[in-house]
Structures are given as structure tokens and as C-alpha cells.
């Protein structure tokens, strides 16, 4: 059985950063891809980003572009989501995804098999 837990969300004010780490645990955890999506209020569930376990090739959304990046560590199996210059529509619950299967399509929420309890990221404006 995989977990994964996230933490590092909190309050910020608009223009300021945060960090959230996704710890991931499990007898044999292994993923080809992990990724950040989020779920604003009201709003569908939607990508973030992601990256290539093999590689490190890492996969953005257009709005987050230039603002986000995501690290990971693989000796302590942790993925990491710098966010810069947040925004008040940054404001959403953000959920670590793990993909253990190899995919073409990482933006897919339905491609990643397990999933973090999510961490709330406000940003105040």
C-alpha cells in the first residue's frame, strides 16, 4: 500500500511563495510520474504539475508557467511544489498524485492511482 502526505499549504499573501512537499511510503513505491493537481471551490479538480520519475522531465500547466516548479528527491521518495508570485486564483486544495503506470498523459487526473488527503493553499489578495 502506498500513502502519500502532503504539508507545507498555509495562508499567503498575493505575490508571496510557498512550499508543499508530498512524502510518499510504501513497501515498494516506485511511479513512473507524480503529480500536483488542485480543486478550487466550486471548481473541477484540475492539473498542476508533474514529473517523470526515470528523467526528471517535469510537465506544467499554462497558469502556473513560470510561477511553479516541482523537485523531487528521490532518495527520500518526496516531490516538492515551489510556488512563486501566488495569486488569489491559486486558492485551492492541493492533492499529491502518484501514476505507477507508465502514461502518455500526465495532465490526466485518471492516470495517477494513488492519491495525497490534499493541503489548502490560501492566497490572500
Known amino acids: 500500500q502506498v500513502q502519500l502526505v502532503e504539508s507545507g499549504g498555509g495562508l499567503v499573501q498575493a505575490g508571496g511563495s510557498l512550499r508543499l512537499s508530498c512524502a510518499a511510503s510504501g513497501r515498494t513505491f516506485s511511479a513512473y510520474f507524480m503529480g500536483w493537481f488542485r480543486r478550487a471551490p466550486g471548481k473541477e479538480r484540475e492539473f498542476v504539475a508533474a514529473i517523470r520519475w526515470s528523467d526528471d522531465s517535469t510537465y506544467y500547466a499554462d497558469s502556473v508557467k513560470g510561477r511553479f516548479t516541482i523537485s523531487r528527491d528521490n532518495a527520500k521518495n518526496t516531490v516538492s511544489l515551489q510556488m512563486n508570485s501566488l495569486k488569489s486564483e491559486d486558492t485551492a486544495v492541493y492533492y499529491c498524485?502518484?501514476?505507477?503506470?507508465?502514461?502518455?498523459?500526465?495532465?490526466?487526473?485518471?492516470?495517477?492511482?494513488?492519491w495525497g488527503q490534499g493541503t489548502q493553499v490560501t492566497v490572500s489578495s
Open positions: 498524485a502518484a501514476a505507477q503506470r507508465w502514461t502518455t498523459q500526465v495532465m490526466s487526473a485518471i492516470r495517477y492511482n494513488y
